[in-house]
């Protein structure tokens, strides 16, 4: 190995070392006998590297006029590969980070790609030597009159069946000039080579345009304008496969026919490099107005737009039905039970048209809230925000702010404090606010349980347009808060309920633990968040607003006024904390990325890694606020069985921690179509077609991951 490789060796840091050693165990005798000898390594204008040679294709005095264009330019060993800016199947691209304080420095410009197959995978990107090209320029910049000097920090991954990460820190000097730059003749030709293979500018020959887009493929028509047909490379590996795709002529046009991932619904636009000889150009495709154009039955003919459209119709039925289900459920969770109950003994004592009304109102506070929710939801999504369903909960100010709500509800179910405006009447009262507040208070005490059914729903919801997104939400609504109207408005049914005695008050005290409970619970999420200070700020402001209420039931005007103050100060001080709190924890103290069952934290570079390799894995999309995710990890996934199970099929087990807002994790969700936890994933070993990913029930068993196994592969 050559002095310049002992520079890189040193550069790396600890952590990509481990890295290098976990991808290439065949470079771990080098690192053994040279660690001991590196110093802090000097930035050169060429770089040496396993498998890789790095230098610049720059003019030996650059213009400061002229906007110039210098590249990046890597010699790779035989059989070894880098990436594209889509690297395919697996892989990742170079990273680059300029720093120059006199000149601006332009987008990495990449040079035509090619399609690289490693075992069952294929992988977009370049063999033997490429160049990436930037254009530079003075312009404004202050300084500019000095001579450039320009440093660039870059990342980059070499594999074979293997891989190499790589990072260093490459330099480029050169003196300025008011004329035009000065190239060397054989650098300015290997620039202008690679500069030919990067996207025209100019109009492309090809008109593209979507013929059909399906769970499984997705089928790009190309009208020929001038020349030959191009070969398709797709720009975003999110939506659509890398292979090669199936082309075949129909009548005057060309249909390119890729497979696309399950499960990862469809982007506002698609964007396709377009490649012919050592041409290129990149085309977008508008999938929002192909879509509208299509339901119209502009972009196909009137029979498959009718039959699609009603396909259409059906899923969305479906849907709609999986979110009432699913809000239905919702009423048997912990949060939400003790309120409905509350609810349900208030109607005992009305008249018929009394509990009528109150019932339509409970109903009507919960649609308004799930429609305000609903479109804070959508609009934040189109505004580009990474959130998904239960994005309020990875917020600490919600969380305390639910703690506090209730545990103000079971103070009150416990007779600790009643007057005019208590929790406990705004629940049970029959009147009109009385009623559509307890439908606002459901909604959000129903907030951190996803029951079954509704992964599907919400997931869909994401992609949808707004009308029918909204519809989602709204029956799911529907579903939590038709219980109490049918009981209200079907005689027999409400015949089905106790008659009213000394037992109301029996049971509504008992209905205090379960959300005591929930209190404990709610501690235990803001721990996780804001470490161990969130336990004690959440302990301390229970502490004093119960100090509050004991204060208060004395007759001395002076002490409840006191009592108030308490109160009030300890809210708005806890609340204020939260900020200066999360800034004194760092985020390796919160999250747990291990544990001694094996679970390692979400990342998509080992599943690609594991999933070349044949190795099977399993995904848990999990947050601490969501109560189904605790009760399937408690109950299934850390059990000794599950665990054996997964030790004896050699499967990597890896949690993706959604408790904090992780746009990582939003949009590995995103690719599958939820916006929710949980959500299970398993890719099975060995062939492509079993490492696709199996998304498993909400509500987990031990069997069901036994029969993953016990399947034929």
Request: hydrophobic share 45%; glycine share 8%; proline share 5%.
């Amino acid at each position: 190995m050559h002095t310049e490789s002992f520079s890189l060796l040193c550069e790396i840091s600890g952590d990509q070392m481990f890295r290098m050693l976990k991808v290439n165990m065949k470079t771990v005798v080098s690192l053994l006998v040279f660690v001991s000898f590196c110093f802090p390594a000097l930035a050169a204008e060429s770089i040496k590297a396993p498998h890789v040679n790095i230098s610049w294709l720059a003019p030996e005095k650059l213009s400061r006029i002229s906007p110039d264009t210098i590249g990046i330019k890597f010699n790779i060993d035989p059989e070894w590969h880098i990436y594209w800016k889509n690297s395919g199947d697996s892989g990742a691209p170079p990273k680059f980070n300029f720093k120059s304080g006199n000149y601006t420095v332009g987008p990495a410009q990449w040079p035509i790609p090619k399609r690289i197959s490693v075992g069952h995978l294929v992988n977009l990107g370049y063999e033997r030597e490429t160049a990436f090209l930037f254009q530079i320029a003075a312009g404004d910049v202050p300084g500019a009159n000095s001579d450039l000097n320009l440093t660039l920090d870059l990342e980059w991954l070499v594999c074979k069946e293997e891989c190499i990460p790589g990072i260093t820190e490459i330099s480029l000097s050169r003196p300025l000039i008011d004329g035009d730059s000065v190239w060397a003749t054989a650098i300015k030709k290997q620039r202008d080579h690679f500069a030919s293979q990067t996207p025209r500018a100019d109009e492309s020959p090809w008109d593209l345009k979507l013929v059909e887009k399906t769970d499984e493929k997705l089928v790009v028509s190309v009208e020929v304008k001038s020349g030959s047909s191009p070969d398709l490379f797709p720009i975003d590996g999110e939506y659509v496969n890398p292979q090669s795709p199936k082309v075949e002529n129909v009548g005057e046009e060309t249909q390119y026919s890729f497979s696309v991932p399950a499960g990862r619904g469809s982007p506002s636009k698609l964007s396709f490099l377009g490649v012919r000889g050592d041409e290129s150009w990149e085309q977008d495709i508008d999938l929002a107005a192909v879509v509208n154009s299509i339901a119209s039955g502009s972009a196909i003919s009137s029979s498959r737009s009718s039959s699609d459209n009603s396909a259409d119709q059906a899923s969305l039925v479906s849907l709609l039905l999986f979110a009432f289900l699913g809000g239905i459920i919702l009423n048997l969770m912990p949060c939400v039970l003790p309120v409905l109950s509350i609810k349900f003994l208030s109607i005992l004592k009305t008249s018929i048209a009394e509990r009528r009304k109150e019932s339509l109102l409970y109903l009507a506070g919960i649609l308004t809230t799930f429609f305000i929710l609903g479109s804070v939801f959508l609009g934040l999504r189109s505004a580009g925000a990474a959130i998904g369903w239960g994005f309020q909960l990875q917020s600490p100010y919600i969380i305390l702010f639910l703690i506090l709500l209730f545990w103000l509800m079971a103070l009150n179910f416990l007779d600790v404090f009643e007057f005019g405006d208590s929790i406990m009447n705004v629940a049970g009262n029959m009147n009109s606010a009385g009623s559509f507040s307890t439908g606002v208070l459901a909604v959000f005490v129903a907030a951190p349980c996803t029951g079954p059914f509704m992964g599907t729903a919400l997931g869909a919801a994401a992609t949808l347009p707004a009308a029918p997104a909204l519809g989602i939400f709204l029956s799911l609504g529907l579903g939590l808060g038709i219980p109490f109207v049918l009981v209200s408005f079907i005689p027999s049914l409400f015949k089905l309920m106790p008659k009213p005695g000394a037992w109301m008050d029996r049971l509504k005290q008992f209905l205090a633990f379960p959300l005591i409970g929930t209190v404990i619970w709610l501690m235990w999420v803001l721990g996780i968040q804001l470490g161990s200070d969130g336990w004690l700020l959440a302990c301390t402001l229970l502490l004093l607003i119960a100090l509050s209420f004991w204060l208060g039931k004395t007759a001395s005007r002076v002490v409840k006024v006191v009592a108030i103050v308490v109160a009030l100060v300890s809210i708005g001080a806890s609340f204020m904390a939260v900020p200066k709190v999360q800034k004194s924890i760092s985020t390796s103290a919160v999250t747990t990325t291990t544990n001694s069952s094996g679970w390692v934290k979400y990342d998509r570079a080992q599943i690609d890694q594991a999933r070349a390799r044949g190795q099977a894995v399993f995904v848990d999309f999990t947050a601490a606020w969501c109560i189904t995710c605790q009760l399937n990890k408690k109950a299934v996934l850390e059990t000794r069985a599950a665990q054996k199970v997964f030790q004896d099929n050699d499967v990597l087990v890896m949690r993706a921690d959604w408790t904090n807002q992780d746009p990582v994790i939003t949009k590995a969700l995103a690719e599958f179509n939820r916006n929710s936890v949980p959500v299970y994933l398993f890719y099975g070993k060995g062939t492509s077609k079993s490492a696709e990913a199996q998304i498993l029930p909400q509500i987990l068993t031990i069997s069901m991951i036994e029969n993953l196994f016990n399947k034929k592969e």
